[in-house]
C-alpha cells in the first residue's frame, strides 16, 4: 500500500521561508516522478514543482520559479519543497503526488498517488 505523508506546513510572515516534506512509503519511485500541487480556496489544484528520480532534473511553475526549489533524497524516499520569500498569494494547501513513470506533467490528473495535504499561510 502506498502512502504519502506530507509535513511542514504552518503560518509564516510574507517573506519568510519554510520546508516542505513528503515521506513516500510502499513505493520507492526510483523510476517515477514526485511533484508537488496546491489548491488555494475556490481555485483549482495547480502545478507547483516536479523532479523524476532517476536524472534529478526539476521543473517549476512560473509563479515559483526562483523562490522554490524540490529535491527529493533516494536514500528514503523523501521529496522536499524549500519554500523562500513566501507571497501572500502562495497561501493554499499543498499536496505531494507521485507517479510511476518517468515522464514529467503538470497536469493533477496524470498522478497516481496523493498524500492529504498540508496548509500553508503566508500573512502579509
Known amino acids: 500500500q502506498v502512502q504519502l505523508v506530507e509535513s511542514g506546513g504552518g503560518l509564516v510572515q510574507a517573506g519568510g521561508s519554510l520546508r516542505l516534506s513528503c515521506a513516500a512509503s510502499?513505493?520507492?519511485?526510483?523510476?517515477?516522478?514526485l511533484g508537488w500541487f496546491r489548491q488555494a480556496p475556490g481555485k483549482e489544484r495547480e502545478f507547483v514543482a516536479a523532479?523524476?528520480?532517476?536524472?534529478?532534473?526539476?521543473y517549476y511553475a512560473d509563479s515559483v520559479k526562483g523562490r522554490f526549489t524540490i529535491s527529493r533524497d533516494n536514500t528514503d524516499a523523501t521529496v522536499y519543497l524549500q519554500m523562500n520569500s513566501l507571497k501572500p498569494e502562495d497561501t493554499a494547501v499543498y499536496y505531494c503526488?507521485?507517479?510511476?513513470?518517468?515522464?514529467?506533467?503538470?497536469?493533477?490528473?496524470?498522478?497516481?498517488?496523493w498524500g492529504q495535504g498540508t496548509q500553508v499561510t503566508v500573512s502579509s
Open positions: 523532479i523524476r528520480s532517476s536524472d534529478g532534473n526539476t
Open positions: 510502499g513505493h520507492t519511485f526510483s523510476s517515477g516522478s
Open positions: 503526488a507521485a507517479r510511476t513513470y518517468n515522464t514529467i506533467y503538470r497536469l493533477p490528473e496524470k498522478y497516481d498517488y
